[in-house]
């Protein structure tokens, strides 16, 4: 595919940080690519380089057929000429000034009208960005920048400002917007069940370096090295069917279990992402909480990880558990012993399969 | 009461503060946003009034604009007049005298604007000199307030400066503090407590207001 984007920079921070970072996107053939990596990557970092609001030491950007800034040979467009809007982590929203004339900020009457109107944002016109909440200070961020019609959209971890029931509904919102934006997106974010949710196209960054950039699903499913892997860790993504919605909870079919996790109002073919550390082993008969998901299952191997044991099951779909190796030794863990496995209904995570 | 004086010091002190308006804030602005590496050196340049005496500040300000200095010159040339012991002359000096008072209150308030918002203004295409106005502008506006008016009280207050640079003449430099000295020298106490008294009741409002606004009116640079 024809890279929309290459970047190639190198530099180094006031702090010692070197980011050495190469990255190429399609963005016109996946319009939504999330820059993903570990707190302290670099991510925000290449993101301000690409916004010109950092200068590398050495390298080049090129956005379709113009040159963003080349050091060998002294070109430079500054933020005003790039025509990438910014979507700050906090959102930078002008605290004097009224929702609307923050939309207004860059744009003609008629283009903020447009975006007020679409980001349901018209009842809020007057109010004043400390006076609403997080999830519609981020629909006026993204409303601003969209209104200035840029020809690529940047956010440097949209969501990690909102609270955690806000975040869940948001992400299913914010998929929506920038699809339908009619503007490529690359989003920032160390979240991979954020970044599943968001994106089509996905690079990987860690210690300043992009590792591998691909299709999500492929980078997940196929990492191309172990630090990727582990940059990329989500052990258990289990294809689900949504069965029943009702009282805020969803119950899902995986495999041959049934699972419950909060309704983030999703529909149609989803997954259920659980991190291995989420999922708690026991001998103990039904237990007396309810609010767990409970799974019996079949010990399929166990290795010792340093401190902590992984656990392979079989609960009708493979299961991988991370517990501690002093717990995996007072329940005598055996291959082929049957076991139950619970997973707290929170620790689910339910994304679009898209 | 010197009435005459009084006139005087408070044009002084207007036309001061609205020059240092105009000069202050881009020094203000380069000041706050610089990452030179000699940035210190013209904050301490700007900030020697604080502790300089000001007869040593007067005595160069009188070299500085005499008549046989390029400056002294070029404004005979240019009015036919002479800089020392005139009005124009004691602008001069009073804009350099109260100068730290305009560019510390703005550097305190450029410097808590969010450094994101003019990045945010910047991405949308808007200039920098239109974010200054548009971004920057309103949210200092206090800081910009209390420039103004430390400006005007402290410039109403000067005296050696101008004892230094504009003399003693009646309604052209002898400003209200030099009317005090002259009062008290001429052992007419009562029109010196009247006038004292009038400028005590004034630089007490001005610093009281001040400080109901803000409350770091007075510290120093602001870390940054």
């Given at each position: 595919m024809a890279a929309t984007l290459t970047a190639n920079c190198r530099c180094v921070l006031p702090g010692g940080f070197r980011l050495d970072a190469a990255l190429a996107l399609p963005l016109d053939e996946a319009p939504v690519t999330v820059l993903f990596g570990p707190s302290g990557a670099g991510k925000t970092t290449l993101l301000r380089l690409l916004a010109g609001l950092e200068r590398p030491d050495a390298g080049k950007i090129v956005f379709r057929d113009r040159t963003w800034c080349d050091t060998a040979r002294g070109v430079w467009l500054e933020p005003q000429q790039r025509r990438a809007g910014m979507v700050f982590q906090?959102?930078?929203?002008?605290?004097?000034?009224?929702v609307e004339r923050n939309v207004a900020f860059a744009a003609t009457g008629q283009a903020a009208a447009r975006m007020m109107e679409r980001f349901g944002l018209s009842g809020l016109a007057g109010r004043l960005p400390r006076a609403i909440s997080g999830g519609e200070q981020q629909r006026v961020a993204l409303a601003r920048a969209l209104a200035a019609s840029p020809d690529l959209l940047l956010l440097d971890e949209p969501l990690s400002a909102l609270d955690a029931s806000a975040r869940i509904r948001t992400r299913r919102e914010l998929r929506g917007l920038l699809a339908s934006a009619g503007v490529p997106s690359i989003v920032v974010t160390h979240d991979r069940t954020e970044a599943i949710a968001l994106a089509d196209w996905m690079a990987v960054m860690v210690e300043g370096r992009i590792l591998q950039t691909g299709p999500v699903r492929e980078v997940f499913a196929r990492p191309a090295s172990a630090q990727v892997a582990e940059a990329v860790g989500v052990e258990n993504i289990l294809p689900a069917e949504i069965v029943s919605r009702g009282a805020g909870l969803l119950r899902l079919a995986v495999g041959r279990a049934v699972l419950e996790s909060l309704d983030g109002g999703e529909s149609g073919p989803v997954l259920a992402s659980i991190r291995a550390e989420d999922v708690a082993l026991t001998?103990?008969?039904?237990?007396?909480?309810?609010?767990r998901n409970r799974l019996t299952g079949v010990v399929r191997a166990i290795a010792i990880e340093g401190p902590l044991a992984r656990v392979e099951m079989d609960c009708g779909f493979a299961l991988v558990a991370l517990v501690t190796a002093q717990s995996a030794a007072d329940l005598n863990l055996r291959p082929g012993e049957s076991l139950a496995a619970i997973v707290k209904t929170t620790s689910v995570h339910v994304i679009p399969a898209g | 009461m010197d009435w005459q004086a009084i006139g005087l010091s408070l044009r002084l002190a207007l036309a001061t503060t609205l020059v240092l308006q105009v000069v202050g804030m881009p020094l203000a602005w380069w000041v706050t946003f610089s990452r030179r590496r000699w940035k210190f050196l013209v904050e301490a340049v700007v900030a020697l009034p604080l502790v300089l005496p000001p007869t040593v500040l007067g005595f160069y300000v009188l070299i500085a604009i005499g008549p046989r200095s390029p400056v002294g010159a070029l404004y005979a040339r240019l009015t036919?007049?002479?800089?020392?012991?005139?009005f124009a002359g004691l602008l001069v000096a009073s804009v350099l005298y109260s100068m730290p008072f305009t560019v510390q209150p703005m550097v305190a308030a450029f410097g808590s604007v969010d450094r994101k918002l003019l990045e945010a203004s910047w991405c949308l295409g808007i200039s920098r000199a239109s974010t200054f106005r548009r971004v920057v502008m309103p949210l200092a506006r206090q800081g910009i307030a209390t420039a103004a008016i430390l400006s005007f009280a402290h410039t109403v207050g000067e005296f050696g400066v101008v004892l230094m640079v504009g003399g003693n003449i009646a309604g052209v430099t002898r400003t209200v503090s030099i009317s005090i000295y002259d009062q008290a020298q001429s052992l007419d106490y009562a029109g010196a407590w009247h006038t004292s008294l009038l400028l005590v009741a004034f630089s007490f409002v001005v610093l009281a207001v001040t400080y109901s606004w803000q409350r770091r009116a007075w510290m120093l640079w602001p870390p940054h």
């Open positions: 906090h959102y930078a929203l002008f605290p004097h000034l009224t001998r103990d008969a039904v237990g007396a909480s309810t609010q | 036919g007049g002479l800089l020392p012991f005139s």
